[in-house]
C-alpha cells in the first residue's frame, strides 16, 4: 500500500491563496522569484539561519525549528518558537508584509499543531510578525481555525494524490502571482482558444 504523501507547512500558505499555484510548486516543483518573493527571502535570513538556545527578555528563543506530526502527515519549520518562564510554548511566523486574509493563521495554526503532536503539550495561541507594520498579530488557536487548517491540508493532500492541475482562477490574484508564466492563467481558462491550438497543430489550419 502507498502511503500517503506528507504536506508541507508551507504548501497551506500557497493552498489558500491558489490551489493551482500550490499544486504547481509541491507536484511539479515549479518555482520561480518576484519582488514579493524576494522581499520575504530578505525578510527571513535572520530566522532562517539556526541558533542555539538563546534568552530575550527572560524567554528562551529557538529558531528555525523542524516541525513535523505524524498523525496529521505534515512536516515543515517554524520561524521562531518561544518558550516562556512557565513552559508555555508559543510559535512566531515572521512574513515581510502587512495582514492579509487567514492564510498566515493557517500556517501557524499547522505549526502549533505539530508542536502540540510533537511535546505533548497544548499550544494555545501564536503570533505574526509583519515587517510591514512592524507589529506581530495574535492567532488564538481555536477549534474553527483548527478546522479550517486540518481541511485544507486534507484538500492539499487530496491534489497531491491526484496530480492534477486545479483550474486557473484568471482573476486578480494572478497579477501578483510569481507563476504567471509558467501557469498561463489567460489561456487555460479559455478552452475555445486552446482547441484553436489544437486544430492548427493537428490539421495546419
Not at 527571502?41 to 535572520?46: K, P
Not at 528563543?61 to 508555555?88: C, Q
Amino acid at each position: 500500500m502507498t502511503p500517503e504523501p506528507t504536506v508541507a507547512i508551507s504548501a497551506i500558505e500557497h493552498h489558500t491563496y491558489c490551489p493551482r499555484q500550490c499544486a504547481l510548486i509541491h507536484s511539479d516543483g515549479v518555482w520561480a522569484d518576484n519582488p514579493h518573493t524576494i522581499r520575504g527571502h530578505r525578510a527571513h535570513r535572520r530566522v532562517d539561519n539556526p541558533a542555539t538556545s538563546r534568552t530575550e527578555r527572560g524567554r528562551h528563543v529557538l529558531r528555525a525549528v523542524p516541525l513535523w506530526s505524524e498523525r496529521h502527515g505534515l512536516s515543515g519549520r517554524a520561524d521562531v518558537i518561544e518558550i516562556h518562564p512557565d513552559n508555555t510554548i508559543i510559535p512566531v511566523e515572521h512574513k515581510a508584509g502587512v495582514p492579509h486574509g487567514r492564510t498566515a493563521d493557517l500556517q501557524l495554526c499547522a505549526q502549533a499543531i505539530c508542536l502540540e503532536d510533537m511535546l505533548q503539550t497544548p499550544v494555545p495561541e501564536g503570533y505574526v510578525w509583519y515587517g510591514g507594520t512592524r507589529r506581530r498579530n495574535q492567532v488564538a488557536f481555536d477549534n474553527h481555525l483548527r478546522t479550517e487548517t486540518l481541511n485544507a491540508v486534507a484538500e492539499i493532500r487530496a491534489q497531491l494524490i491526484s496530480a492534477q492541475l486545479p483550474a486557473a482562477p484568471n482573476d486578480a490574484r494572478c497579477n501578483q502571482c510569481q507563476l504567471r508564466e509558467h501557469c498561463l492563467p489567460e489561456v487555460v481558462s479559455a478552452p475555445t482558444l486552446i482547441a484553436t491550438y489544437i486544430r492548427r497543430d493537428v490539421w495546419g489550419r
